[in-house]
Protein backbone atom coordinates (compact mmCIF):
# COMPACT_ATOMS: atom_id res chain seq x y z
CA UNK A 1 0.00 0.00 0.00
CA UNK A 2 2.43 2.80 1.24
CA UNK A 3 5.97 2.09 2.56
CA UNK A 4 8.34 4.91 3.87
CA UNK A 5 11.58 4.68 4.05
CA UNK A 6 13.68 7.06 5.98
CA UNK A 7 17.54 7.85 6.07
CA UNK A 8 20.28 10.26 6.65
CA UNK A 9 20.13 10.00 10.78
CA UNK A 10 23.21 9.14 12.95
CA UNK A 11 25.43 11.20 15.27
CA UNK A 12 26.47 14.77 15.04
CA UNK A 13 27.62 17.61 17.40
CA UNK A 14 25.43 20.54 18.59
CA UNK A 15 25.50 23.48 16.11
CA UNK A 16 25.99 21.05 13.31
CA UNK A 17 23.39 20.00 10.51
CA UNK A 18 21.31 16.62 9.21
CA UNK A 19 19.46 16.00 5.81
CA UNK A 20 16.99 13.36 6.13
CA UNK A 21 15.21 11.89 3.50
CA UNK A 22 12.02 10.01 3.27
CA UNK A 23 11.19 7.76 -0.19
CA UNK A 24 7.37 6.72 -0.60
CA UNK A 25 6.16 3.85 -2.35
CA UNK A 26 3.78 1.38 -3.09
CA UNK A 27 0.22 1.11 -5.37
CA UNK A 28 -1.52 3.22 -2.82
CA UNK A 29 0.38 5.91 -2.95
CA UNK A 30 1.44 5.67 -6.28
CA UNK A 31 -2.38 6.26 -6.90
CA UNK A 32 -3.23 8.88 -4.76
CA UNK A 33 -0.12 10.58 -4.64
CA UNK A 34 -1.12 14.11 -4.74
CA UNK A 35 -3.96 13.42 -2.02
CA UNK A 36 -1.19 12.51 0.57
CA UNK A 37 0.32 15.19 3.44
CA UNK A 38 4.14 13.77 4.27
CA UNK A 39 5.23 14.91 7.80
CA UNK A 40 8.26 14.31 10.40
CA UNK A 41 7.58 13.38 13.46
CA UNK A 42 10.33 12.63 16.48
CA UNK A 43 10.44 11.00 19.44
CA UNK A 44 12.21 11.62 22.24
CA UNK A 45 13.09 8.78 25.18
CA UNK A 46 10.74 8.83 27.84
CA UNK A 47 8.23 11.71 25.38
CA UNK A 48 5.44 11.69 23.63
CA UNK A 49 5.66 11.20 19.55
CA UNK A 50 6.23 15.02 18.20
CA UNK A 51 4.58 16.87 15.30
CA UNK A 52 7.97 18.50 13.90
CA UNK A 53 6.81 19.35 10.11
CA UNK A 54 4.46 18.76 7.50
CA UNK A 55 4.05 19.75 3.64
CA UNK A 56 1.41 18.79 1.12
CA UNK A 57 1.69 17.83 -2.37
CA UNK A 58 1.89 21.40 -3.67
CA UNK A 59 4.41 22.46 -0.96
CA UNK A 60 2.62 24.34 1.58
CA UNK A 61 4.31 23.47 5.11
CA UNK A 62 3.45 23.39 8.99
CA UNK A 63 6.28 23.74 11.49
CA UNK A 64 3.96 23.16 14.81
CA UNK A 65 7.06 22.98 16.75
CA UNK A 66 8.50 25.98 18.04
CA UNK A 67 11.35 24.84 19.37
CA UNK A 68 12.48 23.66 15.38
CA UNK A 69 11.11 26.73 13.48
CA UNK A 70 13.71 29.01 11.76
CA UNK A 71 16.27 25.60 12.15
CA UNK A 72 14.59 22.84 10.46
CA UNK A 73 13.03 22.92 6.60
CA UNK A 74 11.08 20.40 5.49
CA UNK A 75 10.91 19.93 1.43
CA UNK A 76 9.43 17.67 -1.14
CA UNK A 77 10.80 16.01 -4.44
CA UNK A 78 7.81 14.94 -6.40
CA UNK A 79 9.01 13.46 -8.69
CA UNK A 80 10.91 11.12 -6.35
CA UNK A 81 8.37 10.55 -4.30
CA UNK A 82 11.13 11.62 -1.14
CA UNK A 83 10.56 14.15 1.44
CA UNK A 84 13.87 16.13 3.30
CA UNK A 85 14.00 17.54 6.58
CA UNK A 86 17.02 19.60 6.65
CA UNK A 87 18.14 20.43 10.07
CA UNK A 88 20.21 22.97 10.74
CA UNK A 89 22.05 24.31 14.70
CA UNK A 90 21.42 20.99 16.19
CA UNK A 91 20.97 20.67 19.70
CA UNK A 92 21.08 17.65 22.28
CA UNK A 93 17.47 18.26 22.76
CA UNK A 94 17.51 17.64 18.69
CA UNK A 95 18.36 14.30 19.81
CA UNK A 96 15.15 11.47 18.68
CA UNK A 97 14.72 9.29 16.75
CA UNK A 98 12.73 11.18 13.67
CA UNK A 99 10.04 9.25 11.90
CA UNK A 100 8.35 9.99 8.42
CA UNK A 101 4.40 9.96 8.33
CA UNK A 102 1.74 10.10 5.18
CA UNK A 103 -1.69 10.96 5.40
CA UNK A 104 -4.05 9.97 3.07
CA UNK A 105 -6.45 13.03 3.32
CA UNK A 106 -8.97 10.76 0.99
CA UNK A 107 -9.11 7.86 3.21
CA UNK A 108 -7.73 9.21 6.51
CA UNK A 109 -5.31 6.54 6.73
CA UNK A 110 -1.86 7.38 8.50
CA UNK A 111 1.36 5.22 7.50
CA UNK A 112 4.46 4.97 9.43
CA UNK A 113 8.30 4.62 8.48
CA UNK A 114 10.50 2.81 10.88
CA UNK A 115 12.53 5.89 12.08
CA UNK A 116 15.99 6.98 11.86
CA UNK A 117 18.15 7.90 14.84
CA UNK A 118 19.38 11.69 15.50
CA UNK A 119 21.29 11.80 18.15
CA UNK A 120 23.39 15.61 18.71
CA UNK A 121 26.47 15.55 20.77
CA UNK A 122 26.99 18.49 23.47
Known amino acids: QVQLVESGGGLVQAGGSLRLSCAASGRTYSTYCMRFVLSWFRQAPGKEREFVAG????????YPTDSVTGRFTISRDNDKNTIFLQMNSLKPEDTAVYYC???????????WGQGTQVTVSP
Open 55 to 62: ITWSGGTT
Open 101 to 111: AARDSGSGNLY
